[in-house]
């Protein structure tokens, strides 16, 4: 059996369940906000001495043979329980338990969530992919408006987020790459808050989406200068038209992309590229977990089969 672990609402894990049906693969898609609804028993006779019942699923750890570490949703405590200490203790609890659970199916993985866990640090991915051979903008990480001045004092740069894009709460929004310029003494207590990545801009002629599935890569420009909102974040101003073209890489840059998901001891990534102006290839960022079906739907690129291949590897061993 193919364990799928995400939430109800996943429509990318979607895409993942029809191809295993087309193949008539055994799985299991584990929600996990239900959790609190199942019945657990977790033993000690072996790592897989497990399972898990709700309605509609009873799971053993004994026949899981792979896992697919989607989008997992928080459980979603009962809401006879209403004083916020004891529910947030009951988070704590489940949390916890699935974190056991997760280590206990460490082998099975295609990407092990505390790989991903560590693969989420930017900077840390810089360096990973500079090791790999990638061209990287320069780039500071600072919240020192002395430094971050000095920086933009060089050419045109941008800002972006060191690791949360959205803000949740009274005020939620999201926080889009953008260009910044000169800053000021007035900007030094919002600078102080919390740091930032300063990055050389690198003027685009198309952003490149590569999705890399083991040794597969699948990529794809989108065509993000046809619009100025669009020119530094192609997510930006929700422009639903943009191009998505099907490209093949140069052979030396789809090998880094391949070489440096492994280096972060994963199977999956969805690498942001930018090819520039002059035909050059850099290295932005790479989501360790990312969506990947709007690429398929929009291009036809075989992804989910990818997976699915990959998953069948790992179940085989």
Known sequence: MILLVTNAQDLTTDFIVLELQRRGVAYARLNT????????????????????????????????????????????????????????????????????????????????PSAIM???????????????????????????LESAGRFLDGAPAIAKPLREARIDGGREAVIFTSRVEQLSERD???????????????????????????????????????????????????VADLAHEVIDLPDTVAARCVALVRALNLGFGAIDLVWDRDGEFWFLEVNPNGQWAWIENRTGLPIAAALVDALEEIAAR
């Open 118 to 144: 560590v693969a989420e640090d930017k900077p840390r991915q810089l360096l990973a992919a500079r090791a790999a051979g990638f061209r990287i903008p320069e780039t500071l990480v600072t919240n020192a």
């Open 188 to 238: 030094e207590r919002a600078m102080q808050a919390a740091p930032i990545i300063l990055q050389r801009e690198v003027l685009k002629r198309a952003d490149i989406r590569v999705t890399v599935v083991g040794d597969r890569v699948f990529a794809a420009a989108i065509g993000s200068q046809a619009y100025e909102e669009t020119e530094v974040d192609w997510r930006r101003g929700g």
């Open 33 to 112: 906000e239900r959790l609190p609804q199942a019945q657990v028993r977790l033993g000690f006779e072996a790592a897989d001495d497990w399972s898990i019942e709700v309605p509609g699923l009873k799971l053993s750890g004994d026949a899981v043979r792979a896992a697919y570490f989607r989008r997992p949703g928080l459980p979603a405590i009962d809401t006879e329980v209403r004083d916020e200490g004891e529910r947030a203790y009951c988070a704590s609890e489940w949390g916890g338990l699935l974190k056991t659970l997760y280590g206990r199916l460490e082998p099975r993985w295609l990407s092990a």
